[in-house]
């Protein structure tokens, strides 16, 4: 036996040594086969596509029409369906009496919005939903590209669609400073690899732009007045400034590294949102406050509202808008699609219902009906609402993403975290302990909130599918102001002199090599061991057959 193990010490090394640069494809191509698919009036179809042997960990998808031919593709929706079932808009209503989508791919790190292009679609493009939004979900299994459509008159054919993953392997957590510096920043917002937030420059706020891919800083603004509340999505970012008489929206396109106010009057537009093309915000226009929707691919700007009360607080997701409308003394739900111009009151006149929040065909808002608050949901599609909490304690701050709904709730000693699913109405207590947990926030399978570890506050990471909570932080001050975007999570720290912003992200193994057996992305001795360990195993005859 020593014979033989002294033999095979040396035939592992050089085992391993032969099939170290041999690694899991980290990016490859997909191609349906189930079109040619008929496209028929006001109907729906789909086509799929079947994705296995992948890394698990997603990075980066795209998605290229081959062909579609459509006399009229402005009455076509598309939708890309992953195997978790998020679903992603990559185009709806667009090219009006136009027809084809010819070699059409949507890539979040196109300069172009599709919006903004005519047909027939030729090229590379931004979708109107974000893709970005997939980052971490496993890839294997059947992804769905769905047609829809929305009137009679024209048919269309499908031929030919395809996708291209990138995928790899979650390692550990890592978090690293994205500033240092003797000034306050604070309130940071992540879409993608961009981050953005304001910094006290010594004088006044302004607005600050960290790529976590190039690890380059960019100091978008360099003004004398204040840069507030910063948002970002597909390399577009957006904030107020008050220009010395009141607060305009301003935006900045990564691309082309110009600043361009979007608005220009003598009243104030404050608190900007921003998702995929689209940018919303709450202006006064002299006697109470109205949301307004600025389209950045057509850089045009439209009134959402034009009544008599207070309407603030919107949230967008797509191509809806929701917000919270001050209609005889009481705060009612509301929501606009932008694709058919039409206004719906969710909630009735009686009750205060309050900060709705809206993703796919779903609205959350927390209501308080004269006893204690509940978190309600509205479903577009049926439409009906449901009360999803009745524990006769405060519930608050909810959240939504695809089929979740998170929320921090009283439990009589402090705020827990809790989640709803809306497929299969079942309630999940993600804390319960005697500390203060409070501000999920959700993206994808992912949530973070803010929980305070008996000394000060510290951020925690869930995730779904796992059903597992990782501590990002832990220090001797508070962490907040948290964001998420896939499982990139940015938040301010304060860390006694001031405030700094800080990213934690995962080690991602892109190139997982086939003899990496314990599969920490490098060859190493504990590679060797499990090597040496199974040939000591095997019994095979003769032994070097073992390593064959």
Known sequence: MKKHISLAIPAIVALLLAISNMAKAENEAFFSTD????????????????????????????????????????????????????????CSRIGDTGDNFMATEFDDLSPTPVAASSPPFTG?????????ELQ????????????TDLAFGDFGILTAWSLNITSG????????????????????????????????????????????????????????????????????????ANNGSDNEIFLYKKDTGTVTAITNNSYNDSFP??????????????????????????????????????????????????????????ADVFFYDIETASTTQVTPIGDNDWYPQICGNNIVWASFDNVEWEIYLYNIDTPSITNITKTGENEGTPQIYANNVVWEAYDGGDLEILMYNTKTAFITELTHNATLDQDAMICGFNIIWQGNDGNDSEIFFYNIIN???????????????????????????????DSEIRLAQRKVCMQMMASDLDGNCQIDLKDYAIMANRWLQCHLNPPEACWK
Do not use: C
Not at 53 to 81: A, C, D, K, N
Not at 274 to 283: A, Q
Not at 292 to 298: R, V
Not at 308 to 328: A, F, H, N, V
């Open 273 to 330: 949102l921003i998702h995929g093309p689209l940018v919303i915000w709450e202006g006064y226009d002299g006697s109470d406050y109205e949301i307004f929707l600025h389209n950045t691919a057509t850089n045009t700007t439209t009134a959402i509202t034009n009544n008599s009360y207070d309407d603030q607080y919107p949230d967008i997701y797509e191509s809806r808008i929701t917000w919270e409308g001050y209609e005889i003394g009481y």
């Open 136 to 147: 971490t979900e496993n890839p294997n299994g059947t992804w769905t590209l769905e047609i």
């Open 169 to 240: 392997t979650a390692l550990d957590w890592y978090v690293i400073p994205i500033t240092q510096n003797n000034y306050d920043d604070r309130r940071p917002q992540i879409s993608g690899s961009d981050i953005v937030w304001e910094g006290f420059d010594g004088n006044d706020w302004e607005i600050f732009l960290y790529n976590a891919t190039t690890t380059t800083t960019t100091q978008i603004t360099n003004n004398s007045f204040d840069d507030l509340y910063p948002q970002v999505s597909h390399s577009v970012v957006t904030w107020h």
């Open 467 to 497: 059903a597992t909570t990782i501590q990002l932080s832990n220090n001797a001050y508070d962490d907040q102001q948290h964001q998420l975007f896939g499982s990139k999570v940015v938040w301010q720290t304060n860390e006694g002199s």
């Open 35 to 90: 079109p040619p698919q008929i496209i028929n009036d006001n109907t729906t179809v789909t086509s799929v596509i079947n994705v296995s042997s992948m890394p698990t960990y997603l990075t980066e998808v795209t998605v290229t029409i081959g062909q579609l031919t459509h006399p009229s593709v402005g009455q076509l929706q598309i939708f890309l369906i992953s195997p978790s079932g998020t679903r992603i808009k990559l």
């Open 124 to 132: 590379r493009f931004r979708a109107q939903g974000v893709l970005g």
